[in-house]
């Protein structure tokens, strides 16, 4: 990639040089002419050129990987130099030209070194390309953890660093979509328009949650928010409206998506407040666990029960007793919970003594980490639970939910959410559990 960006800026410089009139092009007044004088056209030229200022995007999808200052550094130390003066000198190279261009990027070439150029930006097409197939398996395990997918399988694929993951649901959907994408459009120059309306979507977007977080989190007075972010929106709704035009033509595409998403995440999570509705409704707190112990018969070992909501006895535990009618002689109640913040830097969990042999671990873990039960319990151990073994048995709740009849839009979602919850992955894949000592037991819900 430092090779990309490097030739991209020399051939950019060379070229510059035969023609340096293009630096006019910096020159705000001729763009603020035609914007005045010729709106209209001036939106079409906007939407037209817009590619040429994106690019960002594609190194902040690593942000989780690498940090912010490295991928500062890439940016304003080559990618947007490199592309700057790459895009004055396809500029130069149309004022210099007595004949059209049909291609300016690998018209900055002679015929024997094309061949070379374009074994390059194929590779650097491939590479650049992992950045997008990490930061969509990044955002897919963010969405899960906030509660607004499913849970997916997230497979580790590194020993030392947590954030090379590998899901293979989104690796299949990104798959066929790509594939769909690429045999609808056939040529780069056709998806210009669906890429331009996913990247401006992406800056106005940026803009407003960025205001948000100045006003909310950092204090800032609207006044000076408005002078921040408002320049950028204004600069925005300008390249929002530059590609409108591409609507019909591509742009219908982003927009399709992202709508069939946000269905999928309004789904997801207004049928999880029903269902945690209806747990809460069947819920018994965990005074009365004395009680429902009394008539078991108690057997040896340690078991450890996933529980969603602290301070009510864990379903699985319910079912346990009501169809087996034991329980365990050390009982850990253990309670996974993914805070807002992306890393949880505080003590990754403490311990309650319910009644004697009978814990209450509460663990927490940042939305942008691996829920890991080892690393809970051994946590756990660390801060007061030292009377359990190594040898554990693990009970997991399943809710086996079944949609009501109903009609129209809430009858479809009633639907969906059954099919998602039904096909979510296992509590004992996604809280990295043992893969031996698991038992799944299941409660019917008619939501």
Known sequence: MLIWFAVLGVLGVLSIAKAPAI????????????????PILALVILGTVFLAVTGAEALYADMGHFGRLPVRVAWFGIVWPGLLLNYFGQGALLLGSATPVTQPFYGLVSASVLPFLIILATAATIIASQATISGAFSVARQAVQLDLLPRLMVLQTSSHSREQIYVPAVNAF?????????FSFQSSDALAGAYGAAVVGTMLLTTLLGALVAHLNWNWGLWRVGIVFGSFLLLDIAFVLGNATKIPNGGWVPLTIAAAMYFLFITWRDGRIRLRAELHRRAVRLDELPKLLENATRVPGTAVFLVSNAGFVPTALLRNLEHNHVYHERIVMLNMEITRTPRFTGPRAWVETVQPNVHA???????????????????ARQRGLREIDDELTYFLGWHLVRAKPRSGLAGLKSRLFAYMQRRSAQAAEFFRMPNKGVIVLATDIDL
Do not use: K, N
């Not at 006019?24 to 007044?29: F, L, Q, V």
């Not at 990104?174 to 690429?182: D, F, K, R, W």
């Open 23 to 38: 630096l006019m092009a910096a020159d705000p007044r001729f763009g603020l002419s035609m914007l005045f004088t010729h």
């Open 174 to 182: 990104m798959l066929v979509s790509v594939l769909l994408i690429v």
């Open 361 to 379: 671990v509460h663990a927490r873990f940042g939305f942008m980490e691996t829920p890991d039960v080892s690393e809970a319990l051994r946590s």
